[in-house]
């Protein structure tokens, strides 16, 4: 990335409405500053995080790394320091929108999310259409954050295949349907449902199946869905 | 004769605890002499960049990185 992306004419453009700063862990003793990685949160490198003048994470930047890709973490912040200026003077409607905020940015865990909510009143349709799909994404996301193990991994996909069964919707956000289609039909697959695995099938072939890396585990999961209804 | 040895032996490992020190102080200022780090204003004390972010009202991106391994 440093012989690349941020070496490009289009990461320049888009520094200018950033400050930008770079921390260089050097383990050299007396060096300032060599725990603000974990402080913020990361765990290997690069790591990249966009931060208020606090200090305060805004976001992780999950995305491609290049100028594109950061444009579009920094429009999601800037729509988060927003929906934030609005929540410290506005009503519950304002909290509800930050809360959702907070949510879609994983600055707040799903439990104590659904705490805030109980303290802000009915929310609108609109709002618990947003609010449900942003708790479906962040429940997802916490499951995949807490997998240590093939167990763990196994445990989580058992979790998301209750989920779909009981009727749940699936989250949206592009991160948490990967590993929640992924994880769910490795258990339908265990519990021979070909049902549960086709949704999965096709919700990722929907989103991903243009990819030509993924073309060989499509084929593969494409056969293993055969035999499943075969075996029915 | 065992305790020359020994003391020789220390020597031998602060020096080479020294030459690890200035190894990691030199890999520092290299990484510091990095052309992404000349070709926008980036800032690599944190203080600073943070009273930058409090002066312009502009948010900070940053980014992390080693000099200690490649």
Partial sequence: MEGGALLTDAFVEFSKEYVLYCNIMSRVPGDKHQNLLMEKGGQGFPYIVFLDAEGNVLAKHEGARDADGFRETGKKVQAFLEVRRKAETGGAEAKLDYLIARLDLGHVKVADAEREIRGLGTPSPEQKARLDEALTNATVLETVREIQSDEGAEQAGKKFYEMHKAGKPAPTSDDAVQAYWILLMDCAEEKKDAAAFEAGFKALKAKFGELPQAQKWFKEKEETLKKLKESK | ?70
Avoid: C, N
């Fill in chain 2, 1 to 70: 004769m065992r305790h020359l040895f020994r003391g020789a032996l220390a020597l031998l490992a602060l020096g080479s605890a020294a030459a690890a020190q200035q190894s990691l102080e030199e890999k520092r200022d290299q990484k510091l002499k990095s052309p992404f780090l000349s070709k926008a204003a980036w800032i690599t004390d944190y203080d600073k960049a943070r009273e930058e972010s409090r002066k312009t009202g502009r948010v900070i991106f940053a980014y992390f990185t080693r000099s200690y391994a490649p």
